[in-house]
């Protein structure tokens, strides 16, 4: 720890005006002095995912801190998504997928025997690539969540959630409306919205911008500042600003080829503190894809 | 053009050279789009000289039957069609209400059992069975065949297990509705299916990720999502049933009823198919008559269905 310590504290002076943006937001939670200090949501140790007999994931390990934004980047095909949906089992709707190695969650197995697939997408919400409102009206799409989960005080729960994100003074006089009628930017913070309705502890993010305008972009990057303060977010993008915006820690993965099988499968390159991701990175191949040399 | 414009521009010499360039390239452009082989334009007059030739073959049959029943039952639209019962007695006044609330009757009977089990069914087939284990691919095949299934078979079947053998119900209209439910039930499922297949798997995530367990996705989000398709599916099924004689006649409802028909009692039913066809195999005039009058209130009745359906469909329609 004290060796982490002495490691950073040259270079923050070095390279001082290009990390105060950083600094200033880290300055408010109490990992500034320790990045890796913080309460831990995630541990992953040796996690292998496959798809039948293809191997699309191989032993990740890394910790995903609370509080955080966690960003996964990486080209095509490295199996971002797929990590991500380890987090909270959605892998397990496809039959063939297959995790292996430890995903702890506060220390707990979440492929323990004993764990409901059920009760970890409760905690664990998630955010896809297109937005996906339900055919129904915007506050039945935001209530949809706590209704089932017997939540009490729907209607403000609803408010809340909308005011969370940032969709409140647009919607609010045409909550019957259906869903449908929305724009892109708005259907992706009303899935958000839906997401935090049911107080998740982690919020993963799919790729959230990538069907938005640079408009809603911004605005949902806006949101993710915010929302950290409440909840871990694991955040997949291949927009690499996107990740130096807006996350704490990034993971590099890469996709890994062995020429003479034909096998392809993603890898961990590198896992660290976003500023040293992009500052000073400790590999080659992070340094080459971050200045966009490759991918 | 306005002089900002083409201050904008800048004065290039030799500007001759490239506007000739550039109008050779529209004429290319113009000639890549305005090409079409005479070949082409010949094959494509002669495909749709005989599509509209095998349309309007089907159109004509239709409109000739439509008409000729019409001109032929003409004298016998009168209230007394669906208000009197048959009467041999006296035949000018004969009409079809026995026939009518049988049809009513067995199609209540087959609603109440084909949509539960229809639409279970294809929940099963689509969300849960495990489309590689071979039990339900056998389902899935005996299914769609069964859908093939000439309906008289169904007749026998329902004379077997229904109204004789296990089941033992005699020759009552309740036999008759569940005969029918088995003969339209494939087509229902099949309907149901193709409704909830529809749903995008986007909706089922988006669900589950809130912590909703499968059964509350499928009994929230798919099931809604899908009914206009599977009401849809149901009516296009029941105008089937409507429609059918054969089956019918083998479990019991060929009988020249006069009173108006129960579920469960044993005293006959019939159905307006089975009465347009004992109208019609009549020697007197006026039973001609009543049958071609049959065939047009049968029509009323299923293009009013089938209307409806049309409706639901567009009313529903998904954005998605
Ligand atoms: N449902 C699936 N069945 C089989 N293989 C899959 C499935 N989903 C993903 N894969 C494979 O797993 C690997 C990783 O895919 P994944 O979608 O996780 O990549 P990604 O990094 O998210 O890519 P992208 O940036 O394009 O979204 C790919 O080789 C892909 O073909
Ligand atoms: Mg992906």
């Known amino acids: ?295 | 053009m306005k002089p900002q414009t083409a201050g904008n521009q800048p004065a290039v010499p030799g500007s001759e050279r490239t506007r000739l360039a550039a109008s050779g390239a529209r004429a290319v452009t113009l000639a890549q789009l305005s090409h079409q082989p005479r070949g082409d334009r010949l094959r494509g007059t002669i495909f749709m000289t005989l599509i509209l030739f095998a349309v309007s073959l089907a159109l004509i049959g239709l409109v000739a039957i439509i008409v000729q029943a019409a001109v032929k039952g003409a004298p016998a639209f009168s209230t007394d069609l669906i208000t009197n019962g048959p009467s041999t007695i006296n035949p000018e006044q004969s009409g079809f209400r026995p026939a009518l609330l049988g049809t009513l009757y067995l199609i209540i009977g087959v609603i109440v059992l084909v949509v539960p089990l229809g639409i279970s069914a294809a929940v099963y087939l689509e969300e849960y069975a495990d489309g590689t284990r071979w039990w339900n691919r056998l389902i899935e095949l005996n299914v769609q065949n069964l859908a093939g299934v000439p309906s008289i078979i169904y007749g026998i079947l329902g004379l077997a297990f229904i109204v004789r053998g296990p089941l033992d119900l005699g020759f009552i209209l309740a036999a008759g509705s569940m005969t029918l439910a088995l003969l339209v039930l494939p087509t229902v499922i099949l309907a149901s299916r193709e409704a909830i297949r529809a749903v995008p798997p986007s909706i089922r995530e988006g669900s589950l990720a809130l912590g909703a367990t499968q059964w509350q996705t499928i009994r929230r989000q798919v099931l809604p999502a899908a009914i206009p398709g599977v009401v849809t599916g149901v009516i296009l099924a029941i105008s089937r049933a409507i429609g059918e004689t054969a089956p019918l006649l083998l479990v019991g409802a060929a009988t020249f009823v006069t009173f108006s028909p129960t579920f469960f009692g044993d005293n006959g039913y019939t159905a307006l198919p089975v009465l347009i066809f004992n109208y019609a195999a009549r020697p007197q005039d006026e039973f001609r008559v009543l049958a071609a009058a049959g065939v047009i209130l049968m029509l009323i009745v299923l293009l009013a269905m089938n209307s409806f359906a049309i409706w639901l469909r567009n009313r529903y329609e998904q954005q998605w």
Not at chain 1, 229 to 238: A, G, K, L, R
Not at chain 1, 260 to 268: C, F, K, S, T, Y
Request: net charge negative.
């Open chain 1, 1 to 295: 720890m004290s060796e982490k310590l002495e490691e950073r504290a040259p270079e923050e002076n070095a390279d001082h005006a290009g990390l105060s943006q950083k600094i200033a937001v880290r300055e408010t939670t109490p990992s500034d002095v320790d990045p890796w200090a913080g309460d831990r949501v995630f541990e992953l140790n040796n996690v292998s995912v496959s798809y039948g007999s293809s191997l699309a994931v191989n032993d990740v390990s890394m910790q995903i801190q609370k509080n955080e934004v966690t960003a996964l980047i990486g080209p095509s095909g490295c199996g971002k998504s797929t990590l991500l949906r380890c987090l909270n089992r959605m892998n397990d709707l496809i039959p063939a997928a297959r995790v292996n190695g430890e995903v702890l969650y506060h220390g707990q197995d979440l492929y323990g025997s004993k764990v409901d697939p059920v009760q970890v997408r409760k905690l664990i919400g998630m955010v896809f690539q297109k937005p996906n409102p339900f055919p129904k009206s915007i506050f039945d799409n935001v209530a949809f969540g706590p209704r089932i989960l017997g939540l009490g005080n729907v209607e403000d729960r609803v408010e809340k959630a909308l005011r969370g994100a940032a969709l409140w003074d647009e919607v609010k006089d045409r909550l019957d409306d259906n869903a449908y009628g929305m724009s892109g930017g708005q259907q992706q913070r009303l899935c958000i919205a839906r997401t935090m309705a049911v107080d998740p502890e982690v919020i993963l993010m799919d790729e959230p911008c990538s069907a938005l305008d640079p408009i809603s972009t911004a605005k949902i990057e806006d949101l993710m500042n915010e929302l950290k303060e409440q909840f871990s977010i694991v955040i997949v993008t291949h927009n690499m600003q996107q990740a130096a915006r807006v996350s704490d820690k990034t993971a590099f993965l890469i996709v890994e080829m062995d020429a003479a099988e034909g096998n392809r499968w993603g890898q961990l390159v590198e896992y660290d503190e976003t500023d040293r991701i992009f500052t000073n990175p400790q590999d080659g191949r992070t340094e080459d894809y971050v200045t966009g040399k490759v991918g």
